[in-house]
């Protein structure tokens, strides 16, 4: 393809900077790279390598001549906006939770499904953070000798809440040495010097939709709607790199000794376990990398095919801007960067 154009709508947040960021990093093969986000952000300037781009408004028309179209400006915008962008023939990588458990829709992690690209009628969903750097590290062993059931554990950092998750435990913080009171915006409690077992919205079940995420994806992307996964999602006191828990129960037996030999070949996977040495992995040590680390991959000893491993990754490269990145690269090198005339209105209510 000669000419390519991708937009990052969203691009002001969080996640969009980092979008941007990674695909100068990588250098993604686009001819012209465009930011959209609200009016409220129109015209400032926002960093595109030694670049600044000017962020316009995003508008039902903004995707006319636009190839793809990368989205992180949260549920509803994509809901408002993505249809349009599909009718313009313009292929959307969506970051927010709005099109992931719609039919129509893929839900990709490239080293876990990058075949349900194929599929694709326009639009094309991030998973959840948490449930990214969860399958990276759990699609080799299901592939070697399956998995009967998952038991995660979260410990997610603030900047899962955006830009203002990060200054409320910034403020929090100078604020309680400052002898002064904490304000709760972001979140109901204070999350300095705290853990609030609770992300997203609490539904009917008492689960939280965060949790739920976890179950219904990994269904999903593994295409196994029987696989039992079960999951509690705490929010701590940390800026970048979310940490999990994992306890899995395989079909066959997989020793920790072969489940680390596994994993050091498994793409995208860094194994870091040497329990005599310090060696495990931490939020620290995650923020800023594209791996996923996994360590503390020990043998379940309370059933006879289980394994326990903690698993880190930093959630707004992996579990959000470097995944979409990532997918867009392969819509490139598949040559899947259209969206079919028959297709073009499926989105339009
Ligand atoms: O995750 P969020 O915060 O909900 O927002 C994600 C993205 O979605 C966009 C939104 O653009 C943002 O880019 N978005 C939302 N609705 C949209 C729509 N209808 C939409 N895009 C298109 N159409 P925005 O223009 O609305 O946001 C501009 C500023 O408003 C802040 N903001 C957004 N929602 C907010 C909010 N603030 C408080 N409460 C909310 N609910 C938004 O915050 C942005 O500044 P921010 O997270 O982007 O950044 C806050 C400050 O921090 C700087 N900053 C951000 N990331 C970095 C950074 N500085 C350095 N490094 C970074 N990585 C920003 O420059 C700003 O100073
Ligand atoms: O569904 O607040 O992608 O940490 C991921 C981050 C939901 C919120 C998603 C957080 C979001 C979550």
Redesign the pocket.
């Known amino acids: 393809m000669s000419k390519l154009t991708v937009a990052v709508?969203?691009?002001?947040?969080?996640?969009?900077?980092?979008m941007l960021s990674t695909l100068h990093q990588r250098a993604f093969p686009a001819t012209e790279v465009l930011a959209?986000?609200?009016a409220?952000?129109a015209g400032n300037k926002v960093e595109f390598g030694d670049q600044e781009l000017t962020v316009r408004e995003?508008k039902e028309d903004s995707f006319e001549g636009v190839d793809i179209a990368i989205f992180?400006?949260?549920g509803s915008?994509s809901l408002k906006?993505a249809p349009y962008a599909a009718k313009a023939g313009c292929v959307v990588v969506d970051n927010s939770a709005a099109w992931r458990m719609d039919d129509r829709c893929p839900l990709v992690v490239p080293e876990v499904n990058p075949e349900d690209l194929a599929w694709h009628k326009g639009i094309i969903a991030n998973p959840n953070c948490s449930t990214i750097q969860m399958l990276v590290a759990l699609k080799p062993i299901y592939d070697a000798v399956g998995i009967k059931r998952i038991v995660v554990s979260t410990y997610q950092a603030v900047s899962g809440t955006?830009?203002?998750g990060i200054a409320e435990l910034e403020k929090q913080v100078r604020d309680l040495f400052n002898a002064r009171d904490p304000e709760c915006k972001a979140y109901p409690y204070q999350i300095a010097f705290n853990i609030l077992p609770h992300i997203d919205v609490f539904l009917d079940n008492d689960y939280t939709k965060e949790e739920m995420k976890m179950v219904n994806e990994t269904r999903k992307m593994f295409h196994d709607p029987l696989i039992r996964v079960t999951a509690t999602c705490a929010r701590v006191p940390v800026f970048y790199g979310h940490a999990e828990s994992v306890n899995v129960e395989t079909e066959k037996k997989l020793t920790a000794r072969d489940c680390r030999v596994l994993l050091s070949q498994a793409p995208g996977v860094r194994v870091y376990d040497n329990p005599r040495e310090l060696m495990y992995p931490m939020p620290l040590m995650a923020a800023g990398k594209d791996e996923t680390f996994v360590g503390r991959i020990r043998d379940d000893e309370s059933v006879e095919n289980g394994l326990n491993m903690w698993i880190v990754a930093d959630n707004i490269r992996k579990g959000a801007a470097l995944n979409a990145v990532q997918i867009a690269e392969e819509l490139v090198k598949r040559d899947l960067v259209r969206v079919k005339e028959e297709d073009r209105n499926l989105f339009l209510a």
């Open positions: 709508c969203g691009a002001t947040g969080a996640v969009g900077r980092e959209f986000a609200s409220r952000s995003l992180s400006a949260g915008t906006f955006g830009q203002k």
